[in-house]
């Protein structure tokens, strides 16, 4: 049975990076991505071939818990079909948490309003076991409060080319900050962060220069003027890509989307 026309459906995801070579499907076969094993599950249920637009297009080892996703399809289906259908097709690490029917207009990437990752560190002598591949590893104790005085310095509209990644795409370097706080919950120190958009590595960017920071290496002014200088190579190293989770994608609410942590009951 089919729709009279096409319609856009939305639905939220999450995924453990580390069997990934990335969000974005790839030229070679041999690479593994998230959007083609949801791409293949959801042509499963709709019954022709499914491309999707993701809110942001995560690197090869990085999470999600709350990625949003885009589709149009001809194919009739209630809402609970596309979730329960597309997770009997997907791989383990890979899961649709829920489906919502959204206007033509709605777009995942370009309506989004602002985004939301955190980066987890585990700080302990010893190398993670149950954690490996989720958090990243730092031997040494850090100081959590000089990092989260420093990253307040990276608040509002600013030109972040010294967190900006080789080979961003980007036309501008300017983004705007709204939060961004270090917290430590045990032996795990996450840094939270949200912002408009971000530009390529930004995150793990700051991340590695928080680290430097929290380690001792550089005085919390330090960041200040590796911001104003606008220059990578006077930022920290790039942290690892496992302890990166994009959990939140915000959207004008009317558009009808669950906020984060929340889902439309699948019965709908």
């Known amino acids: ?27 070679d076969p041999g690479l593994a991505t998230v959007q083609e094993a949801l791409e293949a599950a959801l042509a499963r249920v709709a019954a022709h071939p499914v491309s999707t637009v993701c809110a942001g297009r995560t690197d090869a080892g990085v999470h999600a ?23 009997a097709w997907l791989p383990r690490g890979v899961a649709v948490q829920w489906a919502q029917a959204v206007a033509p207009a ?29 958090v990243c590893h730092e031997r040494r104790a850090l100081d959590a409060e000089g990092m989260h005085e420093a990253a307040q310095r990276l608040l509002g509209e600013r030109d972040f080319s010294a967190f900006r990644g080789a080979g961003c795409q980007s036309r501008t370097p300017m983004r705007r900050v709204d939060r961004i706080a270090v917290e430590r919950d045990g032996e795990l120190l ?26 001792g290496e550089r005085p919390v002014e ?35 989307l669950p906020r984060a942590g929340e889902a439309p009951r699948l019965a709908r």
Not at 1 to 27: C, D, K, N, S, V
Not at 240 to 246: D, E, F, R, V
């Open 1 to 27: 049975m089919t729709h009279a026309g096409p319609r856009r459906i939305a639905l939220g995801l999450e995924y453990h990076g580390g069997g990934f070579a990335g969000w974005q499907a790839q030229r």
């Open 190 to 215: 996450a840094i939270d962060i949200t912002a408009n958009a971000f530009l390529l590595h930004m995150v793990r960017n700051i991340a590695g220069s928080l680290l430097a920071i929290g380690r």
């Open 222 to 256: 330090w960041l200040t003027g590796v911001l104003d200088g606008r220059d990578r190579t006077r930022a920290g190293v790039t942290a690892p890509a496992q302890g990166l989770y994009l959990v939140e994608v915000g959207y004008d609410a009317h558009w009808g």
């Open 65 to 87: 818990s709350g990625q949003v996703v885009h589709f149009d399809t001809d194919a009739e289906r209630p809402l609970r079909a596309w979730v329960l259908g597309a997770n």
């Open 106 to 134: 709605f777009h995942a990437r370009f309506s989004a309003v602002h985004r939301r990752y955190r980066y987890l560190i585990l700080t302990r002598a010893q190398r993670p076991a149950l954690l490996a591949g989720a």
